[in-house]
């Protein structure tokens, strides 16, 4: 069975440094026939990032990768799921980071799962689904 993921910041930065193991996993999953979809706080995070240190190298590297999977688009959708998720958490006592919370319900409203390194970041958001390469390697 094929499923569709998205890569959490942390994971992407890996991927950017040339982590071999990062990329190898990338590769595997895409020839399962698994796809990925970049999310655009990830994308935002990730150019951020790159943009102030001026790594011409690795924002090519970075663009050409957002260019061959694409990145979704913020929809009213995600927005009103992360808003409520929001709520939830709230009461709970168990806020997450405005960033967390989007990649979240990104992930929550286009059926993917989260590949990240930082899974105490997402753990108390109900029904995400999450796998760390990470901890796999």
């Given at each position: 069975?094929t499923?569709?993921?998205?890569?959490?910041?942390?994971?992407l930065s890996?991927?950017i440094?040339?982590?071999?193991?990062?990329?190898?996993r990338l590769k595997?999953?895409?020839?399962?026939g698994n796809?990925?979809?970049?999310?655009?706080?990830?994308?935002?995070?990730?150019?951020r990032?790159?943009?102030a240190?001026?790594?011409?190298?690795?924002?090519?590297k970075?663009?050409?990768?957002?260019r061959?999977?694409?990145?979704l688009?913020?929809?009213l959708?995600?927005?009103?799921i992360?808003a409520?998720k929001?709520a939830d958490l709230?009461?709970?006592?168990?806020?997450?980071e405005?960033a967390?919370?989007?990649i979240?319900?990104?992930?929550?409203?286009?059926?993917?799962?989260?590949?990240?390194?930082?899974?105490?970041?997402f753990?108390?958001?109900?029904?995400?689904k999450?796998?760390n390469w990470?901890?796999?390697?």
């Amino acid at each position: 069975m094929t499923s569709r993921f998205t890569l959490d910041t942390n994971i992407l930065s890996y991927y950017i440094r040339g982590n071999e193991d990062i990329s190898s996993r990338l590769k595997t999953e895409l020839s399962k026939g698994n796809k990925l979809v970049m999310n655009p706080i990830a994308y935002y995070e990730i150019n951020r990032g790159l943009l102030a240190i001026n790594s011409q190298k690795k924002l090519q590297k970075f663009k050409g990768f957002c260019r061959k999977f694409g990145v979704l688009e913020l929809s009213l959708d995600v927005l009103d799921i992360a808003a409520n998720k929001y709520a939830d958490l709230k009461k709970r006592g168990k806020l997450v980071e405005d960033a967390d919370l989007f990649i979240a319900a990104i992930c929550l409203a286009n059926d993917l799962v989260l590949i990240t390194n930082n899974e105490k970041h997402f753990r108390h958001i109900d029904g995400l689904k999450i796998n760390n390469w990470v901890n796999e390697l």
